[in-house]
Nanobody, 125 residues
Framework: QVQLVESGGGLVQAGGSLRLSCVAAGRTFSSYAMGWFRQAPGKERQFVAAIIWRAGTTYYADSVKGRFTISAARNTVYLQMNTLKPEDTAVYYC????????????????????WGQGTQVTVSS
């Protein structure tokens, strides 16, 4: 059983920073890529960022480019979020896949097989 456990969410003022972490726990787990998605109340789930483990290739949604950075080490993926805006408020989910993806493919939720429970990020204006 593979579990993805997110942490690091919270309440922050606009312009502030947060770092989310996602640990893959359980049996030996090797994923091809990991990603972050978010869902705000009343809105659809939205891609945020993804990273290909071996190559280190990263992908970002246009709305977060230049503000968010995804990175990975061992069994943990991070999302450093800077210059946060109220519209970044959402539940952030970590996801992992053992299947190949690239470019747009890594931004699609259906490409991922494992999901965390989510961590709330609230940005006040």
């Amino acid at each position: 059983q593979v579990q993805l456990v997110e942490s690091g969410g919270g309440l922050v003022q606009a312009g502030g920073s947060l770092r989310l972490s996602c640990v893959a726990a359980g049996r030996t787990f090797s994923s091809y890529a990991m990603g972050w998605f978010r869902q705000a109340p009343g809105k659809e789930r939205q891609f945020v960022a993804a990273i290909i483990w071996r190559a280190g290739t990263t992908y970002y949604a246009d709305s977060v480019k230049g503000r968010f950075t995804i990175s990975a080490a061992r069994n943990t993926v991070y999302l450093q979020m800077n210059t946060l805006k109220p519209e970044d408020t959402a539940v952030y989910y970590c996801a992992a896949t053992q299947r190949y993806c690239s470019d747009y493919g890594c931004s699609v939720g259906g490409a991922y097989d494992y999901w965390g429970q989510g961590t709330q990020v609230t940005v006040s204006s």
